[in-house]
């Protein structure tokens, strides 16, 4: 009995010392940033000032995946995605054979899509995802051979540097395709063409056995091309033009993918991964096993893929023209307030827009008072940022969280698709913020919550790793922030302006990029910013965006 006592006492003391001890080390690494429990939070809020950025022409090389089709959005307006990109053979230096004579030329692209269900033959039943727009649009879809060379960089002042392509080209590309279209199938595969969500199923009988093999392929983009232009371009080539990819690159410059309006028909848009893409080309010739045969022949086939963002020796482009609404253009360029805020954020995708964000607006130099207290220039008053840190520092404010909410419009996204994610970012150096990992969708947020009508309520983004360090660093620049809708969580590259834009009236702050992964989105939202909005009871004053931070207090 006493021997039990004994080793009872001794480990409680053992984890009493081990509790403190990492509480001691908690404390200590936190620096008076994060409380110990979650008893006795206090919330505060905090202005916040957002206001519109247009997003001007922007580069649109070797992204995945890539717009085509046209998007009407009632509140934005009308997007026409257009897309080019370089071909490649899967074999260089191919034996063709001789007397080679074409059977046909096909070009298979596969769609994003997930099965719905699976019958008991087998046969699955699929859904588009990534579609925007009317689910059964046609497009007016036309496939030229691309009369530009793309580059993948070029040299200036003795330096190789990366070539860009943006998304204001495609008169450009389109004034330079050669030829007439190429793809000849169908009315289906041309001017009525659409986003075919059917599995393919192919069934072959071997001729001894009778046996029926049954190939399945999700649904994908099925163009039977010209056979003449491969015939002449390819079976009719000089070897030496197909000996190498940088020669055939040059040979053969790519396919540019134009679509216009099918008729009076409704139009969609579709993303889609053109890198998973190949053409392959059905010939007969003679080979040395029917070289003694007069008109023996033996079938063959050569393939060409599809160029994409994995290839670091070629260039893909996507060309995106926007008819914005009246309404939209105003918010996002002669109505904006970069003093006290725009009511509303207009958020776009591709060459769309985004917001800016500045969490705190210090203007004068910190300098205390006989108290020790904070305050600020000649109306004594501090910046909320310096009152935080003096209250972190002095009085044992502990910071448990900080977050960002965006409300969205109800009244205005009626009837609009939404944007799955937002994404914010560090504006001034076009980096992730700190609080962003590797499991974004849970840890920073942005994901819509949606309510009992399945619409949208709001996107929530998480910050606290990023507020801490403003507080603990009192030299930290506390830098502006961007947001945008988002495509990936995962797509963390920047593209360039075509041409950058000064901001703040700062000759040396330049607004010069966007995320990659809002360029690939084509949706949009409107969301409540954080200029106030007057009465109490008003809708713009319940959903402003502010800054909303939990504390531990101290009694």
């Known amino acids: 009995m006493y021997k039990t006592s004994f080793f009872k006492k001794s480990l409680l003391a053992v984890m009493a010392v081990f509790l403190y001890s990492c509480d001691k080390d908690f404390n200590a690494i936190g620096d008076g940033l994060v409380g110990d429990d979650h008893f006795g939070l206090e919330s505060e809020k905090y202005d916040v000032l957002a206001f519109n950025q247009e997003v001007t022409p922007i580069q649109s090389n070797n992204m995945t995946p890539n717009a085509l089709g046209i998007y009407d959005n009632p509140l934005f307006g009308t997007t026409t995605a257009n897309f080019v990109t370089q071909v490649g053979l899967t074999s260089y230096a191919p034996t063709i054979g001789a007397s080679a004579v074409i059977d046909s030329v096909k070009i298979e692209i596969p769609y994003f899509s997930h099965v719905t269900a699976t019958d008991k033959d087998g046969n699955n039943t699929y859904e588009l995802d990534s579609i925007y727009g009317d689910k059964n649009g046609k497009l007016k879809l036309s496939v030229y051979e691309s009369g530009i060379q793309m580059r993948s960089s070029y040299f200036s002042g003795g330096n190789q540097l990366p070539q860009f392509y943006y998304t204001d080209q495609n008169t450009e ?6 030829g007439e279209r190429l ?22 009988t071997d001729p001894t056995t009778k046996v029926v093999t049954t190939d399945r392929k999700k649904p994908q983009m099925t163009l039977h091309l010209n056979p003449q232009f491969f015939q002449d371009k390819i079976l009719n080539a000089a070897a030496s033009k197909l000996s190498s990819e940088d020669v055939f690159q040059e040979y053969f410059r790519g396919l540019y993918f134009n679509v216009e309006r099918s008729g009076a028909s409704p139009s969609n848009m579709a993303l889609i991964n053109f890198s998973e893409g190949k053409i392959t080309v059905y010939y007969k010739a003679k080979t040395e096993s029917t ?16 160029k994409g963002a994995s290839a670091t020796t070629s260039n893909t482009a996507n060309f995106l023209a926007d008819a914005r609404n009246p309404e939209y253009v105003s918010a996002i360029t002669t109505n904006v307030n970069e003093t006290e805020g725009d009511e509303k954020l207009y958020l776009k995708g591709g060459q769309g827009s985004l917001a800016i964000i500045k969490l705190f607006n210090q203007t004068d130099v910190l300098s205390y008072n006989s108290a020790g207290e904070p305050v600020n220039g000649a109306n004594g008053v501090p910046d909320e940022l310096d009152e935080i840190r003096y209250n972190v520092a002095n009085k044992n404010w502990k910071v448990n969280e900080a977050n960002l909410v965006f409300y969205i ?3 205005k996204m009626t009837g609009t698709e939404e944007p799955n994610r937002v994404y914010l970012y560090n504006l001034t150096n076009n980096t992730v913020l700190a609080d962003y990992s590797a499991d974004a969708s849970s840890a920073y947020g942005g994901l819509i919550t949606v309510g009992s009508d399945k619409r949208g309520k709001s996107y929530k983004i998480r910050i606290t ?3 801490r360090n403003l507080i603990k660093d009192a030299t930290a620049k506390n830098v502006d922030l961007g947001l945008v809708v988002s495509q990936s969580a995962t797509t963390l590259t920047f593209n360039a302006l075509k041409n950058k834009i000064q901001i703040n009236d700062n000759p040396i702050e330049y607004f010069s990029a966007a995320p990659r992964t809002s ?30 931070v939990y504390y531990t207090k101290p009694n």
């Open 465 to 467: 790793s990023h507020f």
């Open 519 to 548: 360029v690939m989105n084509p949706l949009g939202t409107v969301l409540f910013g954080g200029k106030k909005g007057g009465s109490p009871d008003s809708e713009q004053e319940k959903k402003r965006l502010r800054l909303e």
């Open 409 to 411: 419009d109800a009244a």
């Open 173 to 178: 590309f389109s004034n330079k395709k050669v």
């Open 291 to 306: 070289a003694d045969a007069d008109d023996a022949t033996e079938s063959k086939k050569i393939e060409l893929n599809l």
């Open 183 to 204: 793809n000849n199938g169908g009315v289906l595969e041309n001017d009525e063409f659409y986003f075919n969500a059917k599995e393919i199923v192919t069934k072959t």
